[in-house]
């Protein structure tokens, strides 16, 4: 049996990172939407299918899916109405097939790295649709954590009991700050899918990466908002989604492990 050179690895992870990169740049782009449409009108939208420019409704043929280079060939506009098409397709295919070399790279085409391949897509939906509308979907968080807890009954990045505690700690953790800073200040600082979001990095990683991945998240969200606020980008008082930053801390844990300090 013909295995893969490490370059010829890369270049396919590349290629595979793009194409799943615009599904979920679909993916995040529709989900959240018909999530919130009548279940009769979820089913006619999904049965559309089909990619079109979201101004002239126009079907986008095959070869202007080609992901990263379809956007670049028509230099970010509609084939048919010339109307700009955002660049965070483009970004988020780019996104993925890094994340993807990069899981390739380091844990090679081995459980581990098909495993970190698959929690990277996931959380990359996680992080685009947290940072869009401030909504973390138990269709994608609750998957994530229920295929930490299986893979680790393998012992792949925690022990099972390990995976067990940080599920339960990373929930309860969250959920002790959110209801005594609602206490404290009559305000809710997060929401629930924060708490699943790290129950299942805490089932991913087991509970002693848990301690890190708050502060990371916490630190990289101060940063963020810091600049934002001196650049004039944002308002102080404008709420935050804290998922990217979580995501964020699942990659950092991910690559360098759980013991980074």
């Known amino acids: 049996m013909t295995t893969l050179s490490t370059s010829?690895?890369?270049i396919f992870s590349g290629i595979l990172g793009l194409v799943i990169g615009s599904f979920l740049s679909m993916l995040t782009w529709r989900l959240p939407r018909i999530m919130m449409l009548e279940e009769e009108e979820q089913l006619k939208e999904i049965s559309l299918g089909g990619s079109k420019c979201p101004q002239c409704d126009a079907t986008l043929p095959w070869y202007r899916l080609?992901?990263?280079f379809s956007w670049l060939a028509t230099k970010g506009r509609c084939h048919n109405c010339k109307t700009k098409i955002s660049a965070r397709y483009p970004l988020i295919e780019a996104l993925t097939a890094i994340i993807t070399i990069t899981c390739m790279w380091q844990f090679g085409l081995t459980t581990e790295g098909i495993a970190a391949?698959?929690?990277?897509w996931i959380l990359i939906a996680i992080f685009v649709i947290d940072y869009e509308h401030q909504l973390i979907l138990d269709n994608l968080s609750l998957p994530?954590?229920?295929l930490g807890l299986l893979l680790n009954t393998q012992t792949l990045f925690a022990t099972p009991i390990d995976a067990i505690w940080g599920a339960a700690i990373g929930y309860l953790l969250l959920w002790v700050v959110f209801h005594s800073f609602k206490l404290l200040t009559g305000k809710e600082g997060m929401g629930y899918g924060d708490f699943k979001l790290l129950a299942a990095l805490g089932a991913w990683?087991?509970?002693?990466?848990?301690?890190?991945i708050i502060l990371i998240a916490a630190v990289t969200s101060i940063l963020i908002s810091l600049i934002g606020i001196m650049l004039k980008t944002r308002d102080r008082n404008t709420l935050m989604a804290f998922g990217p930053f979580l995501a964020i801390a699942g990659w950092a844990t991910l690559f360098f492990g759980p013991n980074i300090f």
Do not use: D, E, R
């Open 8 to 10: 010829q690895l890369l």
């Open 205 to 212: 990683f087991g509970f002693i990466a848990l301690p890190q």
């Open 66 to 68: 080609i992901p990263l």
């Open 144 to 146: 994530l954590l229920w």
């Open 117 to 120: 391949t698959l929690f990277s």
